[in-house]
């Protein structure tokens, strides 16, 4: 990239005409020199994330996240292109169907998945498809599915800035120089159009995924117009943070009533990163701290135990009857893997693990071909339902199927676990790397021209011990930060044949040394049993990272096989249970340990499953006769201590995320 003002103007005039050539050494990647920490955020026009994400491919899933990934890429994921119209055919790929949001946010998900498992069949679909995007931009900057004259038919710009954040993440991944000049084409049109055309509708609510090319390409450039299209951006964008100061966001909205852009979970999922985007152009404070003070809020008003608020579609209270939106969960998680790289704090790594764990793979079935459009942690069958009393979905809202309720779930969905993946570890400012949430994995990076590769074994989040492998080919000094999280009780940890060494909980503890060889370090992170009061003070049981539920009996059965791409394995189905469901936990709150008892399993070939299970927990319970179905759902769990004289039950809890029916909040029982 030329460096003088006038070459990088005549760059990107070039760039405009389509005729520019880039060098041929690649263009400096996020997080690895881009360069030398993205030149200070290119001479300070943005401030310096507290840490930078490895570039696309640097992290390779291990042990069961590679399993979760390799059934995600042989199951929908991997094939919705094959046969569903909005993807197949979309305008974003030269056909006749949808030209919006689908196409874009399948390759949202598949681009990580690909190119994080390394499956080169992956990798050359979404490189046919990333082409028939380029293929498809005019001479204007605008890409196909746009309309030549916008003034006569308006065009909501939400898919175009959706569709460039997709392009920069393949960028990163391929160093592709036709898709950076295609990025920054149509950045200089939106720009422009700005001014004539203002963000409305989606794009109004969605206005900070605009930020993530604009900071991209400017890391890249040091053009400064970007800044000011990020700065026009905000300022006709939403103001999420004087929403989150009024009364309307703490009030679940009506069952069965009105639909807001406001209240949308998914725009709150999405938005949780919004003014911490921002931060970077503003520097303030309230800017940067603006993810944390919305989860606050969320918590304490709409806040369900899986570490999501619910939303169906808006927010809707703190019922485990309530869904939440599968959109929403891997929005979320986005949220927080950028948020956790802005600010560095260590709580939103133990928020990020809660919902991975937990919400993420609740709303799937095990293998991948099937998800739910909302979940709910008492979901004790899912049915089509014409009585439900959801806020604002529809009666097929929470069955296993194609595209249960609405398409936006089965474009959208594909990004959660590869993005989870890819954001395991981060780059710290000094040249170091940062173990910010765990899970199977090795990492590769360099430190002063030397390859460095870290490993993490082990079945954390089902088991307390996490083991760490540093492998250096020549002696090499970096820091390395390791997340402690906060529930950890007197965490240890262990480098090579040393002594442990206790760890401060809800920190990142810095190991900073000279590394050679191969060093193995130990972390141990106890996991207590917690019992959590919620809604009308039901009970839950957590562990660690993850929440407990009722295992039950499951009966299936397949539904609207008539309807067009229903051929099995992508079908939909209902589940009923075929045990009781309807019990009361028999625990000491005080001090859980004595009436639970936690058994390790192997995790499965579906870690994620009731079967797969690496952990289940053995408890007591009673059944509670008069806690019915009411409307298709289990009633709402009544406040106060509940009586029963039915006899004293085994019961077994497997972790949230493996359950496909469940209950998770159980009624407090006397004795």
């Not at 948020?339 to 809660?354: H, M, N, S």
Request: proline share 7%; aromatic share 10%.
């Amino acid at each position: 990239m030329p460096k003088s003002p006038i070459q990088r103007r005549t760059f990107l005039a070039q760039v405009s005409l389509g005729t520019a050539t880039l060098a041929a050494a690649p263009l400096g990647r996020v997080g690895v020199a881009a360069p030398s920490s993205a030149k200070g955020a290119v001479a300070s026009g943005l401030a310096e994330p507290a840490f930078r994400p490895l570039p696309l491919g640097s992290i390779e899933p291990e042990g069961w996240l590679r399993r979760q990934l390799r059934l995600q890429a042989d199951g929908l994921s991997g094939h919705l292109d094959e046969f569903w119209p909005d993807v197949a055919q979309s305008q974003w790929f030269g056909g006749k169907a949808e030209g919006w949001e689908r196409a874009p946010y399948w390759l949202d998900g598949l681009i990580p998945l690909a190119w994080t498992l390394g499956d080169e069949g992956l990798q050359a679909k979404a490189r046919r498809r990333v082409k028939q995007i380029l293929d498809g931009q005019r001479p204007d900057g605008w890409y196909a599915p746009y309309p030549v004259d916008a003034s006569a038919k308006a065009y909501d710009l939400w898919a175009i800035l959706l569709v460039n954040k997709v392009l920069v993440q393949y960028h990163e991944a391929t160093g592709d120089d036709s898709v950076l000049r295609a990025v920054v084409s149509n950045l200089k049109s939106v720009h422009d159009v700005l001014d004539r055309s203002p963000l409305f509708n989606w794009g109004r609510f969605r206005w900070f995924e605009g930020l993530i090319a604009a900071y991209y390409v400017y890391e890249r450039t040091g053009e400064t117009w970007l800044l000011d299209l990020a700065r026009k951006l905000r300022a006709q964008g939403f103001d999420y943070k004087s929403f989150f100061d009024g009364e309307d966001v703490l009030s679940p909205t009506p069952r069965r009533g009105l639909w807001t852009w406001e209240k949308h979970v998914v725009n709150t999922g999405m938005a949780l990163k919004a003014h911490t985007l921002a931060w970077r152009l503003s520097r303030k404070e309230d800017d940067r701290a603006h993810t944390q003070r919305m989860l606050r809020i969320l918590d304490r008003y709409h806040g369900q135990v899986n570490g999501m608020f619910s939303g169906d579609e808006c927010l809707a209270g703190r019922s485990p009857t309530q869904g939440t939106e599968l959109c929403a969960v891997v929005e979320a998680l986005y949220s927080l893997e950028l948020a956790l790289a802005l600010t560095g704090d260590p709580a939103l790594g133990d928020r990020l693990e809660r919902m991975a764990f937990n919400a993420l793979p609740a709303t799937f079935t095990p293998d991948m071909w099937a998800h739910q459009y909302v979940q709910q942690a008492n979901q004790v069958q899912c049915t089509i339902n014409p009585e439900h009393m959801w806020s604002t979905n529809g009666p097929e809202s929470n069955i296993y199927g194609l595209e249960p309720n609405y398409g936006c779930c089965l474009a959208n969905m594909h990004q959660g676990w590869p993005k989870f993946a890819a954001h395991l570890w981060m780059r710290t400012p000094d040249g170091g790397l940062a173990a910010v949430a765990y899970a199977p994995s090795r990492a590769r990076f360099t430190v002063r021209g030397q390859p460095v590769r870290v490993t993490l074994e082990g079945d954390y989040p089902f088991r307390e011990t996490v083991r760490l492998i540093v492998s250096t080919e020549q002696p090499a000094r970096f820091p390395l930060a390791l997340r402690v999280p906060a529930w950890a009780q007197n965490p240890t940890v262990r480098v090579g044949a040393g002594p442990a060494k206790r760890l401060k909980a809800g920190s990142f503890h810095r190991l900073n040394q000279e590394w050679k060889g191969s060093v193995v370090i130990e972390l141990r992170f106890p996991m207590p049993a917690r019992v959590i009061r919620g809604y009308n003070q039901a009970v839950t049981l957590e562990r660690g990272p993850l929440v407990y539920a009722l295992k039950l009996g499951e009966t299936w059965t397949r539904v609207n096989a008539d309807k067009p791409h229903r051929e099995l394995p992508h079908g939909d189905f209902e589940v009923r249970p075929s045990t009781p469901w309807n019990y009361g936990l028999v625990v000491d709150e005080v001090r859980p340990e004595t009436s639970v008892v936690f058994e390790e399993r192997p995790v499965g070939d579906k870690p994620f499953s009731p079967e797969g299970a690496g952990m289940i927990a053995k408890a007591k319970g009673r059944r509670l006769p008069g806690w019915q179905l009411e409307r298709g759902w289990a009633q709402e769990v009544r406040p106060g201590v509940q009586s029963s004289k039915e006899p004293i039950e085994d019961l077994t809890l497997v972790p949230y995320g493996c359950t496909n029916i469940r209950v998770t909040e159980f009624p407090r029982l006397h004795g």
